[in-house]
T-cell receptor, first 114, second 113 residues
């Protein structure tokens, strides 16, 4: 069975600074994918970034980048130049190739301070 | 496009009552999903479907049923509601294939008392 662990329940970050959110995973599948979603206080789920297990380069999307270390089974999200609007819950999720089902971690709450 | 829509937004049920949560997507996605999110937790998969007429259980299917008669609709049925089913329910859809973003609906907040 797949397992996703986010060990940081909450973090403060100063506006304009970078923040790294940790995510470790466990799977026996050689092919898998890792997603990060943002959930603001309004409740919607917003896709941020995706990394495939066979991708050679770390994924980047604007201010978001994924530090993928396959041997360590980690897929940490880096948010650069934090903004007040980045305050939210952030979820790491692993994709099973059969049906593209997602297994979510418990989330990390980020609060950006002005 | 409306994306993924869910109704109702909020609902209070009494123990033992039943209800159906509606989910519709207008993106012609084959894959659809139902998740629940308990307070302060991540999402857990209840049921999913890879196409009309095909459904399968996720991690926490007990107490729920689904059907998929059309590509667009994927209703979730709660039979004999229990307090443990108090949660926020999210419907999502995605294109076929790996690495495809799941598009989520706004969620339904359900309280069972």
């Amino acid at each position: 069975a797949q397992k996703i662990t986010q060990t940081q329940p909450g973090m403060f970050v100063q506006e304009k600074e970078a923040v790294t959110l940790d995510c470790t995973y466990d799977t026996s599948d050689p092919s898998y994918g890792l997603f990060w979603y943002k959930q603001p206080s309004s409740g919607e789920m917003i896709f941020l970034i995706y990394q495939g297990s066979y991708d050679q380069q770390n994924a980047t999307e604007g201010r978001y980048s994924l530090n993928f270390q396959k041997a360590r089974k980690s897929a940490n999200l880096v948010i650069s130049a934090s903004q007040l609007g980045d305050s939210a819950m952030y979820f790491c999720a692993m994709e099973e190739t059969a049906g593209n089902k997602l297994t979510f971690g418990g989330g990390t709450r980020v609060l950006v301070k002005p | 496009n409306a994306g993924v829509t869910q109704t109702p937004k909020f609902r209070i049920l009494k123990i033992g009552q039943s209800m159906t949560l509606q989910c519709t997507q207008d993106m012609n996605h084959n894959y659809m999903y139902w998740y629940r999110q308990d307070p302060g937790m991540g999402l857990k998969l209840i049921y999913y479907s890879v196409g009309a007429g095909i459904t399968d259980k996720g991690e926490v299917p007990n107490g729920y049923n689904v059907s998929r008669s059309t590509t667009e609709d994927f209703p979730l049925r709660l039979e004999l509601a229990a307090p443990s089913q108090t949660s926020v329910y999210f419907c999502a859809s995605s294109q076929t294939g790996t690495g495809k973003e799941q598009y989520f609906g706004p969620g339904t907040r359900l309280t069972v008392t």
